[in-house]
């Protein structure tokens, strides 16, 4: 025994130089653990940030959305009435130039009749003028 107890005390203390090494080791790997724990969570809250800014983003350009789509409607609509009044008064210019030309061309009869008459009706209504002679007297 005497041989094995030598052998015995070497492998004592590899064993107990394993045992610190472990035990340091296993320190390392909580440490370890404990910090990947920490990030992890860490990352946990900045990935919760970050949906919620998401689906911020998402109701915002829904919103966004939906008032341009609003804007739209209200500028066709918008459009349309432009385009009634347009063609309103686009029917009164047809109008006012169907007058004009009716106006312009009642002047013109008026101006041909009035011609006419002033040719006609003197000779109608002035009687001819007797010729009157004048002798001198001596």
Known sequence: MSEQDPKLAVLES?????????????????????????????IATIIAKHDERIEQSIKTDELLIKMIDEIKETEEKNQTILHSRIDKLETELMSLSKFRWQVGGV?????VVIGILNAFVPKF???QPQQVIIERTK
């Open 14 to 42: 590899k064993f107990s130089i394993y045992e610190e090494l472990s035990k340091q080791m296993l320190a390392k790997l909580e440490a370890a653990v404990e910090k990947i724990s920490e990030a992890n969570s860490r």
């Open 107 to 111: 002047l013109a009869v008026a101006v």
């Open 125 to 127: 209504l002035t009687s």
